[in-house]
């Protein structure tokens, strides 16, 4: 979701033999303010100097080939990488000095700490890399050499700038790359196999990459009566579907922001669903009958989110999850279920404990009937190379089948 508010940038550049100062519009994906210091790069410049003008704060406007840009950028990774990796080898052997008792290096760090500088180091490697700049112009079209079409994934992701006032903007590469990105899910979806369909995720929308929860709803025996339900959160509208499909007679779907309601929308018109309303709601929704069943995947992390597009992994506080739990009893009808989707990485992480759960489901008069298990299968949790290893290993997600006490 991009700043409300309409920001600018400017920058002095030579035209024509004369030095002007040239306004753009300023956009952010993550919400970036708008750089205060920017200069002209091209072709000649080189990696290692655009590296330490972008470590230095400043941005860099691109003047060059466009795919010579994507070159830069990959560049620009490959020197953070080396730079984060003598980093972690420092800190780490830091720490087994302070502990030499330490059965390995990796136990001599707390692992929250392990965890919020691996947060440090990517919200570093982002502003970084958002340092390379380039310029569209009022309907999204790039004036460098070997340039794409990019108006379309723009439009979709941005929205229409002012064609009246030959509002051009400046964004970052690689805020670019990510709407070119998805554009591209868009279009070609996110295949969900044990339903046999796609799920098409808009610019914005968490996209539904990890779905090993599905079997898990799948599984769930539903409650005897299930006229009504409620899908918090709704994001792609996955889990509405699924509910849908199960023979849930009225779903009824929130979410707060207007970007996972369209596309939630998208997916229910592709699917040929007449069962599922749309609410746009901070959890639940208002004026509905009372739910039978209520469905809720909240983000698994409790931290402080950096980026709008960060919200659907990270909840600050548990806010999210606290709130559902604490609305529930007057959400649900008397026999009502809550299936709560959520893995216990947190746990292990060392950011939240299984008796704060347990906690949080008592104090909300809440018991747990049953609860289904199911281990990850992505990537992450089999790289034993990365430092959260031992927590990403040994994750498990649940569905907390919840009902009244």
């Given at each position: 979701?991009?700043?409300?508010?309409?920001?600018?940038?400017?920058?002095?550049?030579?035209?024509?033999?004369?030095?002007?100062?040239?306004?753009?519009?300023?956009?952010?994906?993550?919400?970036?303010?708008?750089?205060?210091?920017?200069?002209?790069?091209?072709?000649?410049?080189?990696?290692?100097?655009?590296?330490?003008?972008?470590?230095?704060?400043?941005?860099?406007?691109?003047?060059?080939?466009?795919?010579?840009?994507?070159?830069?950028?990959?560049?620009?990774?490959?020197?953070?990488?080396?730079?984060?990796?003598?980093?972690q080898?420092?800190?780490?052997?830091?720490?087994?000095?302070?502990?030499?008792?330490?059965?390995?290096?990796?136990?001599?760090?707390?692992?929250?700490?392990?965890?919020?500088?691996?947060?440090?180091?990517?919200?570093?490697?982002?502003?970084?890399?958002?340092?390379?700049?380039?310029?569209?112009?009022?309907?999204?079209?790039?004036k460098?050499?070997r340039?794409?079409?990019?108006?379309?994934?723009?439009?979709?992701?941005?929205?229409?700038?002012?064609?009246?006032?030959?509002?051009?903007?400046?964004?970052?590469?690689?805020?670019?790359?990510?709407?070119?990105?998805?554009?591209?899910?868009?279009?070609?979806?996110?295949?969900?196999?044990?339903?046999?369909?796609?799920?098409?995720?808009?610019?914005?929308?968490?996209?539904?990459?990890?779905?090993e929860?599905?079997?898990?709803?799948?599984?769930?025996?539903?409650?005897?009566?299930?006229?009504?339900?409620?899908d918090?959160?709704?994001?792609?509208?996955?889990?509405?579907i699924?509910?849908?499909?199960?023979?849930?007679?009225?779903?009824?779907?929130?979410?707060?922001?207007?970007?996972?309601?369209?596309?939630?929308?998208?997916?229910?018109?592709?699917?040929g669903?007449?069962?599922?309303?749309?609410q746009q709601?901070?959890?639940?929704?208002t004026?509905?009958?009372?739910?039978?069943?209520?469905?809720?995947?909240?983000?698994?992390?409790?931290?402080?989110?950096?980026?709008?597009l960060?919200?659907a992994?990270?909840?600050?506080?548990?806010?999210?999850?606290r709130?559902?739990?604490?609305?529930?009893?007057?959400?649900?009808?008397e026999?009502?279920?809550?299936?709560?989707?959520?893995?216990?990485?947190?746990?292990?992480?060392?950011?939240?404990?299984r008796?704060?759960?347990?906690?949080?489901?008592?104090?909300?008069?809440?018991?747990?009937?049953?609860?289904?298990?199911?281990?990850?299968?992505?990537?992450?949790s089999?790289?034993?190379?990365?430092?959260?290893?031992?927590?990403?290993?040994a994750?498990v997600?649940s569905?907390?089948?919840?009902?009244?006490?």
């Amino acid at each position: 979701m991009l700043q409300t508010e309409k920001q600018y940038v400017q920058w002095l550049e030579n035209k024509n033999g004369s030095e002007s100062l040239y306004t753009a519009r300023w956009l952010s994906a993550s919400n970036h303010t708008p750089p205060a210091r920017i200069v002209l790069v091209d072709d000649k410049t080189t990696a290692d100097e655009a590296y330490r003008l972008a470590c230095e704060g400043t941005s860099l406007l691109w003047r060059g080939d466009f795919h010579n840009a994507r070159q830069l950028l990959q560049a620009l990774k490959r020197r953070i990488e080396r730079t984060n990796e003598r980093s972690q080898q420092r800190k780490m052997k830091k720490a087994a000095k302070a502990n030499e008792s330490a059965k390995s290096t990796t136990d001599s760090v707390a692992i929250p700490n392990l965890f919020h500088q691996q947060r440090q180091i990517q919200a570093q490697r982002s502003r970084i890399l958002s340092r390379l700049l380039l310029e569209l112009d009022a309907d999204y079209v790039s004036k460098l050499r070997r340039a794409p079409d990019v108006s379309a994934a723009c439009m979709a992701a941005f929205g229409q700038l002012d064609k009246a006032m030959d509002e051009s903007c400046v964004l970052s590469f690689r805020d670019l790359q990510g709407a070119l990105g998805a554009a591209q899910w868009r279009e070609k979806g996110v295949p969900i196999e044990s339903l046999g369909i796609s799920i098409y995720p808009h610019y914005g929308v968490f996209a539904p990459t990890r779905h090993e929860y599905v079997q898990l709803l799948l599984d769930a025996p539903l409650p005897a009566v299930n006229d009504i339900a409620y899908d918090i959160g709704t994001g792609t509208g996955l889990l509405a579907i699924i509910l849908a499909q199960r023979g849930i007679n009225q779903v009824i779907a929130t979410d707060l922001n207007p970007s996972a309601l369209a596309c939630a929308n998208e997916n229910f018109t592709r699917q040929g669903l007449s069962n599922v309303q749309l609410q746009q709601a901070d959890l639940y929704p208002t004026d509905a009958p009372l739910a039978n069943l209520i469905v809720c995947n909240p983000p698994w992390l409790p931290a402080k989110p950096s980026s709008p597009l960060e919200y659907a992994v990270y909840d600050a506080n548990s806010a999210m999850l606290r709130g559902l739990l604490q609305g529930a009893q007057q959400h649900l009808a008397e026999q009502g279920k809550v299936w709560l989707i959520l893995s216990d990485l947190a746990e292990h992480l060392q950011l939240r404990t299984r008796d704060d759960l347990l906690g949080w489901f008592a104090d909300s008069d809440l018991a747990v009937k049953y609860r289904l298990d199911t281990k990850p299968k992505h990537g992450r949790s089999q790289d034993d190379t990365d430092p959260l290893f031992a927590a990403r290993s040994a994750e498990v997600t649940s569905l907390w089948c919840l009902q009244r006490i």
